[in-house]
């Protein structure tokens, strides 16, 4: 549906429709005199936002997939280069962390490249980008378990090009290319923070649940036949009605210079953000982001096990922790602050229909409505995030004890959601939805590149926590060019 025309019309319809639907009988009569079309257009739309909402369960189970077989993969290639597993040799060691980082530069390198191809794929048909994630991620672990049999170092390192094609980062893009079909802002934001929180819980709950596995081994076959059951839903119980495409903004192959003969499409993404002055600057604010967190909780773990003698099993404690902790918060601030909220507004004003929610009341960038409340609440809960990791980060070089350092990681886990809002709010103030999603996913993708180099560097060249000041300072960097997107005219 066109939003430019039909949102000062059909929005109001919509609204009228939901509140008769809850029992206020005071607007029943507005309905009375809409015309078929117009109802069968409101009917569509709350069918849409009910299928859309079911691919939220998704994002818990295939983050329950990745999360088994995240620290059995690096186990996995011990097993092929090392004689003994769990105690290397000096020389086994050096060629054991080579393959590992090669293996992983491969598949970030060809996770930045798959999103330009995604883009073009994802508008018209939006379950495609989740079915490719699927195949992709399980045709990947399907290679690791040949090259475990094989003892092929060379295999697991061609299985990690289809896990490239199917990092996290472009599973919330495909995630994100669904929702934002809504044409409700405070709904995308709401939709969007509640994938990430469901993804965070089903990464908290994987690694306890894979210890009761007799062996690594078994951890493949659990996430294949997760992601498995996964696609079988998606097929059998999500249906995105064409209806909830916005046909009349123009689409990313019409906006970006390369898109003649299809050349150089998988820099589209890129090229558009160049060009997007409102959505520059909440990108940048995402790769400095990123530059920090990708690499973050490896930093706190090498940090754990130098200094505290740490060992997996506290790290899978540090991993769940967090992901909990991150699931958690994101579903007070989204659910339970709203209510309570709510429930204050009734009892000073009486029955009121306005949501006091910071999420609440903006509108996609077609009209007026947005210019007014560019302080959104996915720009408020963005900073908030950012701010809680510029202030903790620091924090951790002076943590003398392990109950501290556990502390630590529990506010770090507050501003996880951070990539999350940001998103929101860059969606909220770029001209175009779909290529602003995709700009964002390279960004955050670009800085994964980056933050094993920066941070990993900043570990082995500085003492005592070094790292976590660098980190700060990215973050910190992160938050000036948010508040700095406010002064961007429009």
């Known amino acids: 549906m066109a939003e430019t025309t039909a949102g000062s019309e059909q929005t109001p319809l919509l609204e009228t429709a939901l509140e008769v639907t809850n029992g206020n009988v005071g607007t029943s009569n507005a309905t009375v005199h809409t015309s078929s079309s117009e109802t069968e257009y409101v009917t569509t739309q709350a069918v849409g936002k009910v299928q859309i909402g079911r691919v939220l369960p998704l994002a818990f189970t ?32 050096q060629r054991y962390a080579g393959v590992v980082a090669l293996a992983t530069t491969v598949a970030n390198v060809f996770g930045v490249i798959a999103v330009g191809f995604l883009q073009q794929w994802t508008k018209s048909h939006p379950k495609l980008g989740l079915y490719l994630w699927l195949a992709c991620r399980a045709t990947g672990i399907a290679f690791l378990v040949v090259a475990v049999l094989l003892r092929s170092i060379y295999v697991a390192i061609a299985g990690r090009v289809f896990e490239g094609l199917a990092t996290d ?27 990430l929180a ?11 649940t894979m210890t009761l596995l007799p062996n690594f081994f078994f951890s493949f076959i659990v996430a294949i036949g997760v992601l498995a059951l996964s696609s079988v839903y998606l097929k059998g119980f999500v249906t995105i009605p064409s209806s909830d495409v916005d046909t009349n903004q123009p689409s990313p192959e019409t906006t970006s210079p390369h898109s003649e003969g299809g050349r150089a499409f998988f820099l589209s993404p890129i090229l558009y953000l160049l060009k997007d002055r409102h959505a ?24 754990a096990a130098t200094k505290f003698a ?83 980060l620091p924090c951790f070089v002076i943590a003398g004890a392990a109950p501290m350092l556990y502390a630590l990681v529990v506010l770090v886990a507050l501003g996880l959601g951070a990539p999350s809002f940001i998103k929101s709010y860059a969606v909220l103030v770029g001209n175009v939805k779909e290529s602003v999603l995709a700009s964002m996913v390279i960004m955050e993708s670009v800085g994964g590149l980056l933050s094993p180099i920066v941070l990993g560097m900043a570990q082995s060249l500085t003492d005592d926590g070094g790292v976590f000041i660098i980190a700060s300072a990215s973050v910190g960097a992160a938050v000036l060019c948010l508040i700095g997107s406010l002064l961007v005219k429009r």
């Open 169 to 195: 980062n472009i599973l919330h893009y495909c995630l994100s290319a669904i929702y934002v079909r809504v044409n409700d802002q405070a709904r995308f934001s709401q939709l969007m923070g509640t994938s």
């Open 280 to 303: 520059l600057l909440p990108g940048l604010a995402l790769l400095l982001y990123n530059t920090t967190q990708a690499y973050l909780f490896p930093a706190i773990m090498v940090h």
């Open 62 to 93: 295939v983050a329950f997939a990745i999360a088994a077989t995240s620290a059995t993969t690096i186990f996995a290639y011990a097993s092929i280069l090392c004689k003994d597993p769990a105690h290397c040799e000096h020389g086994e060691k």
């Open 310 to 392: 740490f060992t997996d099993t506290e790290n899978n404690y540090i991993v769940s922790l967090a992901a909990a902790t991150s699931s958690v918060y994101l579903f007070v601030v989204l659910y339970l602050i709203p209510k309570l909220g709510n429930v204050f507004s009734r009892t000073r004003k009486g029955n009121s229909h306005h949501n006091t929610s910071p999420l609440h009341g903006t509108y996609w960038q077609d009209g007026s409505e947005v210019t007014g409340t560019r302080f959104s609440g996915d720009l408020f809960y963005a900073l908030l995030s950012t701010s809680t990791q510029l202030v903790v």
């Open 198 to 208: 469901l993804y965070m819980a089903g990464m908290s709950m994987s690694p306890v």
